[in-house]
């Protein structure tokens, strides 16, 4: 990709397109902030949209609808352009999209290059040219007002949902990356998995994702834990109404793996950095972000595994959208910066 800048005072629009939400910001301010779903029809090659974001949401496993999701592999051409477009559509309202807008997008480490190709068709069919993406982690740093520029080591952790990255930054580079595809959506599954074999329950993604976010935890004998939540559904093969009490304890067994998968991988971060900025990052700490970090008892198990201090960004689920709305304020100093 070439890397060409344009010095222009033209507004800046930054864009997050996570797995789970859709984050817009200008001018400092959150203008879009919706889940990535969109219900849909689709008649003789004709797509209709019925229903947007939460609306959407609502539709998800009660009623038989075809749905459009931003998830890792609905990544392709139709997709992304719907959501661009209606994305920027809500935008509009609130701020100035137009030709000459600069358009940043916060893109994961592991962004192949047809996704941004298809990234860049969307935009252009909605008349954006002037478009620049940055890997998040960048992001991410700049958004907590570090400084990725300078020759300290930074490191950020990014658990969102489909996916966590762990990144060193220094200098505008990243030295040491790693991306696994666990995030909070890995949870809520281990928790519809868990309940269907132990009790034969069949749950929704919804209730299970409400589970994780109520009793969810890694951590077995947490403090202030609630103990326990009343899972309800029907039974797998007789269909009868079946009710069950779930305990935080046994939910941390079923995290167990997942959370030993991500300790595993900042582990292989840590072990290949470099001396130095090991050094920067022991005495900073590890900054963590996205909404999968939110789980109960993650970041504790981090920082024991570790021996670092593990310091959570101030809006894990605006950070990626807010840092990249900074860093394009900036952006002819930033070679991590690319035109889409
Ligand atoms: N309080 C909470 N406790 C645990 N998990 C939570 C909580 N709130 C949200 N989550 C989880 O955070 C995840 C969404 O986070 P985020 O918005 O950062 O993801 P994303 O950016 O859309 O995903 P990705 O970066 O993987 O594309 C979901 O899996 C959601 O269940
Ligand atoms: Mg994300």
Redesign the pocket.
Known sequence: MENVKEQSNSPIVAF?L????SVVVSDGKVVVDVP?IMAISYEEGVVRILAKWEDAMRMVGRVSQNFMFLHENNFHYNNVEYFVRELALEAKEQCPISAETRIGVGI?IDFTYAKRLCLREAFEKFGCTNVFVMKSPFAVAISQGLDVSGTHGIMII?I????TQIAVLCMDRIVVEKCIPV???SF?RAIQNGVRCEYSIRISEHSS?EI??IL?TTNPNVENAPSEYVVRGPHQVTASPMEKNLSSDEIAGWFDELAKSIENSVYNVLEETPPELFNDIASDGIWLS???S??HGLSERLEKQTNIKVKPVDE??HSVARGVEMAMKDMNNYQFIVKL
């Not at 996570?18 to 939400?21: E, L, P, T, V």
């Open positions: 997050d996570g797995s789970k939400n990535s994961p990014d969102g949902n489909e996916k995030g909070g959506d809520t994702e994780k976010k969810g996205g909404g999968g939110l789980l894990p689920f």
